[in-house]
C-alpha cells in the first residue's frame, strides 16, 4: 500500500531559526495536506496543494508540492514557541488519508 | 465555530469487552472517518462513511470494528472485543460540504482508549 515517510522525525531549533520537514510518498498523489498536532491535541488542516510544483504561503510557512508530485515540503521561516507539535503531510483521495510518519518540532528560547 | 466533538474523552476496558466510541460531526458535512493514533506514532485511517455506508477502510479495520451513523447527528465506532493493541487515541473527522471541500478535515479532540 501506500506509504507516506517524513524526515526528519524530530527537530529541535531555537527561536527564531528555520525549520524544514520533508515529506516523501511511494506514489504518486492527486493531492498532499499538511496538518498540525499539538501536544495533547488533535491534528489541525492547515493547507492543501494540488498542482505539481505549487507554493502556498501561510505567513511564516510555505508549502511546496513537488514537480512529480511525489513530494512536498513545509518552511517555517524564523521559528516561534507557538510553532510547537508535530507537523503531519497527508495525501489520498476524499474516503482515505494517509498520513505520513510526521515530524515533531520542539522550539526552545 | 462549527466543531467535531466526541465522547468520552477516556474510556478505560477489560479486554475482550465491547466499546463503543461517540462522534458528532461537522452538521453539513457529508463524509465522516474514523483514525486511531498510538501515543508518538502517527495517525492511521481506520474506515470513511459516506452517504451512509463504508467508502474505504483500511487493513486494520477487520471484523471486530463495526461504524454507524443510527440517527442524523451521531457517528459511532464500535469494537466487539477489545484488545491490548487496541489501546490508543481514536480521533473522528469529518469533511465535505459539497465536493471542492471533501478533502479539508476537521477533527474531533479524541477519544483515549485504554484496554487492560
Known amino acids: 500500500g501506500q506509504q507516506v515517510m517524513q524526515i526528519p522525525q524530530y527537530q529541535h531549533v531555537q527561536e527564531g531559526e528555520d525549520f524544514t520537514t520533508y515529506c516523501n510518498s511511494s506514489t504518486t498523489l492527486s493531492n498532499i495536506q499538511w496538518y498540525k498536532q499539538r501536544p495533547g491535541g488533535h491534528p489541525v488542516f492547515l493547507i492543501q496543494l494540488v498542482k505539481s510544483g505549487e507554493v502556498k504561503k501561510q505567513k511564516r510557512l510555505t508549502f511546496q508540492f513537488g514537480e512529480a508530485k511525489k513530494n512536498s515540503s513545509l518552511h517555517i521561516t524564523a521559528t516561534q514557541t507557538t510553532d510547537v507539535g508535530t507537523y503531519f503531510c497527508?495525501?489520498?483521495?476524499?474516503?482515505?488519508?494517509?498520513f505520513g510518519t510526521g515530524t515533531r518540532l520542539q522550539v526552545t528560547l | 465555530e462549527p466543531e467535531v466533538t466526541q465522547t468520552p474523552s477516556h474510556q478505560v476496558t477489560q479486554m475482550g469487552q465491547e466499546v463503543i466510541l461517540r462522534c458528532v460531526p461537522i452538521s453539513n458535512h457529508l463524509y465522516f472517518y474514523w483514525y486511531r493514533q498510538i501515543l508518538g506514532q502517527k495517525v492511521e485511517f481506520l474506515v470513511s462513511?459516506?452517504?451512509?455506508?463504508?467508502?474505504?477502510k483500511s487493513e486494520i479495520f477487520d471484523d471486530q470494528f463495526s461504524v454507524e451513523r443510527p440517527d442524523g447527528s451521531n457517528f459511532t465506532l464500535k469494537i466487539r472485543s477489545t484488545k491490548l493493541e487496541d489501546s490508543a487515541m481514536y480521533f473522528c473527522?469529518?469533511?465535505?460540504?459539497?465536493?471542492?471541500?471533501?478533502?479539508?478535515?476537521?477533527f474531533g479532540p479524541g477519544t483515549r482508549l485504554t484496554v487492560l
Open positions: 473527522a469529518s469533511s465535505g460540504e459539497d465536493p471542492s471541500s471533501y478533502n479539508e478535515q476537521f
Open positions: 462513511f459516506y452517504n451512509n455506508e463504508i467508502s474505504e
Open positions: 497527508a495525501g489520498g483521495t476524499a474516503s482515505k488519508l494517509t
